[in-house]
């Protein structure tokens, strides 16, 4: 049968809506555009409004008062500058997104309503060495049971956002080579993940949503030009460049811990020589210090190696004096080449 019989014909989604160009439609992006702006920037008041979509203080009032009539947002009093205003707060609909951080032995899923609050949240230990399958499977289940402990119809799913340690090439969605998750690399999990999850997903390297998070949601919403760096079993970073996260040519950006430290150094799991995460990740602070735990007969983690430091253990500190040093380095090297205002260090 022909995909689309006259008789058969699926209405057309765009009858509905009001001819570009028209007056209605005009309103529509309008309405759109505060909608956007709340819910990046939270509750605000009219006059913010104003000045983050760039619309007279007069046409968010009027769209304000639609919307507010049609219970897509409300209002509350407050205070602005000392003067009464008006606080707009987009009303929640019962719909929900999820965002899946997948590491290299963890699992953590949340659920948050469109205006970023969040209602469940979970974590849970993935084996070393998981297959990219393994690692789904437990994402989706995870997802499944905060659902229903929260009480919402998979129907409220709106779509979900998740962060791989790893590098992804944007044309293809894959998981390159050097990525955390060695048993990833060539899965196109943008499919896979959309497939499983049946909801619209998106999925970007963690330390690029590292640094999105800083200037969404973190304490650095008016910096332009930041650089976020996640040190953990890998090393790399995220950058935002004139407002925006910066993507390169297809995606890989920011690699950072595969720069090289030194000629000599061990080889990295990237097949280079003394590159930065030879000297400075988690897991090589672990290896150095590993006899230190066998000695005490438990094994070490970062917990451990923080423990340690603090109580001035010479050892220790000589492994993260090197460790900073050569992230110190590396980010000097980011700094004269990109000048940004801000940079965050995160991770383990
Ligand atoms: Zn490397």
């Known amino acids: 049968m022909p995909a689309e019989s006259p008789s058969m014909a699926r209405p057309n989604p765009s009858a509905s809506l009001p001819k570009p160009g028209s007056q209605s439609a005009l309103r529509e992006r309008n309405q759109q555009r505060v909608i956007a702006a709340l819910m990046s920037g939270g509750p605000q008041t009219q006059a913010e409004l104003s000045r983050q979509t760039g619309l007279s203080t007069a046409t968010v009032s009027n769209i304000v008062k639609v ?47 469109p205006t970023y609050r969040v209602l469940q949240e979970a974590a849970v230990a993935l084996p070393l060495g998981h297959s990219a399958m393994d690692g789904l499977t437990a994402a989706s289940e995870l997802l499944d049971t905060l659902l229903e402990s929260g009480g919402i119809p998979r129907s ?55 640094a999105l998070a800083q200037v969404t949601w973190g304490p650095h919403g008016a910096v332009d030009n930041l650089m976020f760096m996640k040190v953990a079993s890998g090393i790399g970073s995220g950058l ?67 423990d340690w430091a603090l109580t001035g253990d010479t050892a220790t500190l000589r492994v993260i004096d090197d460790a900073g040093t050569a992230i110190g380095r590396a980010l000097a090297h980011m700094a004269n080449l990109i000048n940004p205002e801000t940079i965050v260090i995160g991770g383990r």
Not at 68 to 97: C, M, W
Not at 261 to 275: D, W
Request: hydrophobic share 40%; with cysteine.
């Open 67 to 113: 919307m507010a009539s049609t219970g897509i947002v409300s209002t509350a009093p407050t205070t602005s500058s000392g003067r009464r205003a008006l606080s707009v707060i987009l009303n929640e609909t019962g719909q929900v997104a999820a965002g899946i951080d997948i590491g290299r032995r963890h699992l953590r899923v949340v659920l948050a309503t």
């Open 156 to 210: 409220a799913l709106l779509g979900a956002g998740i962060g791989i340690p790893g590098p992804i090439d944007r044309r293809t969605g894959t998981v390159v080579q050097g990525a955390i998750l060695p048993e990833w690399v060539g899965i196109n999990i943008h499919e896979t993940f959309s497939e499983q999850l049946q909801v619209p997903v998106l999925i970007d390297n963690d330390a690029n949503l590292g």
């Open 240 to 306: 935002v460049l004139n407002g925006t996260l910066y993507y390169g040519n297809v995606g890989v950006t920011g690699e950072l811990g595969h720069t090289t430290i030194n000629e000599q150094g061990a080889i990295c799991r990237c097949g280079n020589r003394g590159c930065l995460e030879t000297v400075a990740s988690t897991s090589t602070m672990i290896d150095l210090l590993g006899h230190r735990g066998r000695d005490a007969g438990e094994p070490v983690d970062t917990r451990q190696i923080i």
